[in-house]
């Protein structure tokens, strides 16, 4: 299944029916009165987030969404049926933005969450709504409201706990692959990832979800590349690990390429709490390891986790120190709960 992270569709919801005039026409009842019935709702337009989705592939190949009309009234007070909903089903993650892209209209984050788009047309009175003391034969009824019509933008934000930066063949792919059972592409050329990957990795009996993004380089926010559009997909994220690849010519340099990149890509990236690792340590030995690792953490201004996702070295203490962020930043968020309340 391809992936898509962002689809502009077009929806419509359905006109109210109309209302009938209509009158009672018995044998043997001499004023039979008005009984005209009320028209049926229109269909509303609905985005509801449901499970087992990552993509939004399926707007590609259907991108207008209508809803029907609502039945007219009839005679003796039957009012007429409302129209069903029409449903957009959407992963967990998907923004609703206006037809202008900057609008939001809808964060729809958990499974069951819903976001009227558009809503349908009220139906019509029909003319025993108007009924009264002094005015018992009315023959007025309404026709039904009409529904709403807009295009919005869906954009995918993958929910993750830890999201994966750095050059393209830093080793994120190699390391997800590694931790998790995701299978993403490996290769020894630049850009073998060119979508976003999900992994589950078990740390101590525990879970935390890890996010792989394409590779980014000097410019990416200017278009170099794959551009930087990928790292709202690490907005979500509780905490980064940036790897930094150990075999680089400078490992000082590699690093704040990728975080100005993430500096100049905005959006609080940048601030949250990030894990440097160097990757591929298998490939040196002991005294060219300190040496990059040293130079790393000056430029980082803080630790450096040497690892090698090939031999598994390292890793177990990576995840651990991610768990560790995660947790933190889950204690973070639950203690600004609290003080909201």
Known sequence: MKFLDEARVYVRSGDGGAGCVGFRREKNIEFGGPDGGNGGRGGDVVARCVPALNTLIDFRFQQHFKAKNGRPGAGANRTGASAAD????????TQVFAEDGEILLGDLVRPGESLTIARGGRGGYGNTHYKSST????????????GEERTVVLRLRLIADVGLVGLPNAGKSTFLAAV??????????????????????L????????????????????GAGLGDRFLGHVERCKALF???DATGDDVAADYRAVFHEIESYGHGVAAKPVLVGLSKCDALGDDDIAAR??????????????LSAVTGAGVPEVLRALRARVGAADGDAAALAGGGR
């Open 86 to 93: 029409v449903t957009l089903r959407v992963p967990a993650g």
């Open 135 to 146: 005015n018992r034969a009315p023959r007025r009824a309404d026709a039904g409201e009409p």
């Open 180 to 201: 998790s059972r995701a299978r993403p592409k490996i290769a020894d050329y630049p850009f073998t990832t060119l979508h976003p990957q999900l992994g589950v990795a």
């Open 203 to 222: 740390v101590d009996d525990e879970e935390i979800v890890v996010a792989d993004i394409p590779g980014l380089i000097e410019g990416a926010h200017e």
């Open 242 to 244: 940036h790897l930094v």
């Open 293 to 306: 690792r040293a130079a790393l953490a000056e430029a980082a201004g803080g630790e450096v986790l040497p």
